[in-house]
């Protein structure tokens, strides 16, 4: 099995940055499409962003182009998510996701795809 660690989240005033990260430990971290997913209270969870097992191809909700960038360290079993220009309508529990099957793009996007979640790591944006 695969284990996920997020870390990383807190609290920010709006236009400020975090920076996420997810620790993976259990199987090649190399093998796995990665995601972050996150979810705010009384609301589904939602996709945020993708990166396919190199590295060399990423994925964005439109909420997020531009502001979020989701990046990989092979060499270090760890998948980071840098938030800049935070919103409130960024606050939400985040959680990362390893995925082994992708045959098509769209995969990417989808939660039910993917094999392995993290416990997940609160971030709060004040107005």
């Known amino acids: 099995q695969v284990q996920l660690v997020e870390s990383g989240g807190g609290l920010v005033q709006a236009g400020g940055s975090l920076r996420l990260s997810c620790a993976s430990s259990?199987?090649?971290?190399?093998?796995?499409?990665m995601g972050w997913f996150r979810q705010a209270p009384g609301k589904e969870r939602e996709f945020v962003g993708a990166?396919?097992?190199?590295?060399?191809?990423?994925y964005y909700a439109n909420s997020v182009k531009g502001r979020l960038t989701i990046s990989r360290d092979n060499a270090k079993n760890t998948l980071y998510l840098q938030m800049n220009s935070l919103k409130p309508e960024d606050t939400a529990d985040y959680y990362c996701?390893?995925?082994?099957?992708?045959?098509?793009?769209?995969?990417?996007?989808?939660?039910?795809?993917?094999?392995?979640w993290g416990q997940g790591t609160q971030v709060t944006v004040s107005s």
């Open positions: 996701a390893a995925g082994y099957t992708y045959y098509t793009d769209t995969y990417y996007y989808q939660a039910e795809k993917y094999n392995y």
């Open positions: 259990g199987r090649t971290f190399s093998n796995y499409a």
């Open positions: 990166i396919s097992r190199s590295g060399a191809v990423t």
